[in-house]
């Protein structure tokens, strides 16, 4: 429990002002019409004045102290020649905020306490405290389970960590997979290879390797194998060994495909389930795989799941309040029941 005098001084209304001395980053950090600073005032219920390369920030102590440390951190991301997209502010938000005033802060040592993903392309940061949570898992874990609504960064941070693994040697291959299940509609005959017909449903992991690998060494890898798309089906009888094999929209396996695949692990291998529980796509009364998983390996030495909410959706702020609609919509709809 805080105490009553701590509480008043966080509480207490206070100015800073803070001065960046690259004029151009600082115009940056600001945001084309200020709209870094306009997100920050929105969600951290701080005022914040822009005059040249100076910021001043008014409310209460506790949260003048988080947008300090916001702004601070993010002029230090784009000194060392990092973008910065409104994702990254609303991410150093969460970090601030979660952090609230437990740790020290150094803005020259980077973002903080959170976890990140060193790339050759660029680093990948957490930008939630679930998404920390996701990164140190898959850092320690030989079989991880990421749960949760659209949105989360759940298949982009387990690619990340597929291609950090494979561009540092610690697997000689990526595998990636997924149930070829359509959503909701049937889309019929699909011509060409395996690769072409698999393709359509694999877009959004090839979406991040390209995003987080540069397309020639993508396209050799996919070439040479060193980078496998497949379908979940493919995977019976095989055993896949110094590689890292990610499941993607895992919810639309069935329980005995789950089984399947999570049997094909082999040595110096590492596996990423990801999947959104609510948006199953198997026929009426076929049970998720996924769900069943998580429920028989909880507790399980060398497993781990992370379950993330609305609160960690990291795309547009409207996906957020989208997905809380629902969720309240499915809450709603069970207490009837």
């Known amino acids: 429990m805080i105490p009553p005098a701590a509480a008043s001084e966080e ?4 100015q800073i002002v803070l001065a960046f001395e690259d004029n151009k980053l600082a115009s940056v950090l600001f945001g084309q019409y200020g709209q870094n600073l306009a997100l920050i005032e929105r969600r951290l219920g701080v005022v914040a004045e822009q005059r040249g390369n100076h910021v001043t920030v008014g409310g209460s102590r506790g ?3 988080q947008a300090r440390r916001v702004l601070e951190g993010l002029y230090e991301q784009i000194k060392r020649g990092g973008e910065l997209s409104s994702g990254d502010v609303e991410g150093a ?9 437990l740790f020290d802060f150094d803005p020259a040592s980077g973002r903080g306490a959170f976890e990140e993903i060193n790339l050759r392309k660029r680093p990948v940061r957490a930008r939630t405290a679930a998404q920390d949570a996701y990164i140190r898992a898959l850092k320690r874990h030989s079989l991880v389970f990421g749960t949760g609504p659209a949105g989360t960064g759940k298949t ?3 690619v990340a960590q597929a291609v950090q693994m494979f ?5 000689d291959r990526i595998i990636l997979s997924r149930p070829a299940v359509e959503a909701g509609e049937k889309i019929g005959f699909l011509p060409g290879d395996m690769r072409d017909k698999v393709d359509p449903y694999l877009r959004p992991i090839y979406d991040a390797l390209y995003d987080l690998m540069d397309a020639r060494i993508v396209e050799r890898a996919l070439e040479g ?5 497949a379908p979940l089906a493919f995977m019976r009888g095989r055993t896949l060994s110094n590689a890292c094999v990610i499941l993607d929209e895992a919810q639309n396996s069935t329980t005995m495909q789950m089984k399947m695949f999570l049997t094909r692990l082999g040595e110096n291998s590492r596996m990423i389930v990801t999947g959104d529980p ?3 796509d198997l026929p009426n009364g076929q049970p998720s795989g996924l ?3 998580v429920r028989l390996l909880d507790g399980v030495e060398g497993v781990a799941h992370v379950a993330f909410t609305a609160q960690d959706v990291v795309r547009h702020a409207l996906v957020q309040r989208i997905v809380e609609a629902y969720d309240r919509d499915a809450a709603a709809r069970g207490s009837k029941k």
């Open 11 to 14: 509480t207490a209304t206070t």
């Open 63 to 65: 949260a003048c102290e």
């Open 93 to 101: 938000i969460r970090q601030a905020i979660a952090q609230g005033s």
């Open 156 to 158: 982009w941070l387990a």
């Open 167 to 171: 561009e540092r040697k610690e697997v």
């Open 225 to 229: 194998g060193e980078i496998e798309i």
């Open 278 to 280: 609510s948006q199953v």
């Open 291 to 293: 769900a069943e998983a």
